[in-house]
């Protein structure tokens, strides 16, 4: 079955970095396009950062343009989310997720097919 396994997640000081990595087993990576979600206590769930299948596409929400960057290794079948400058505003789970093959509608949860178990970020001020 399809496994989605995120890791990296902690506690850090605002200003620091964290980079979460996203393994993927059980369906063609290379197919899906990928996708880091977050959700906070008491809000949606919201999409911040996707990418195309081949890595050439990416999408990151206005909250974390210039401090997030997110990659695929294919041959890895790993996706990734470094995080830099984080903020308190930052904390939350954040869910790793797999979606169809076409780069359209990538900020909504409803292309994506498969989802991890979550990390815990927790920014301290």
């Known amino acids: 079955q399809v496994q989605l396994v995120e890791s990296g997640g902690g506690l850090v000081q605002a200003g620091g970095s964290l980079r979460l990595s996203c393994a993927a087993s059980?369906?063609?990576?290379?197919?899906?396009?990928m996708g880091w979600f977050r959700q906070a206590p008491g809000k949606e769930r919201e999409c911040v950062s996707a990418?195309?299948?081949?890595?050439?596409?990416?999408y990151y929400a206005d909250s974390v343009k210039g401090r997030f960057t997110i990659s695929r290794d294919n041959a890895k079948n790993t996706v990734y989310l470094q995080m830099n400058s984080l903020k308190p505003e930052d904390t939350a789970v954040y869910y790793c997720?797999?979606?169809?093959?076409?780069?359209?509608?990538?900020?909504?949860?409803?292309?994506?097919?498969?989802w991890g178990q979550g990390t815990q970020v927790t920014v301290s001020s």
């Open positions: 990418v195309s299948r081949g890595g050439s596409s990416t």
């Open positions: 059980g369906l063609t990576f290379s197919n899906s396009v």
């Open positions: 997720a797999a979606g169809g093959r076409y780069w359209r509608d990538y900020e909504s949860r409803r292309i994506y097919d498969y």
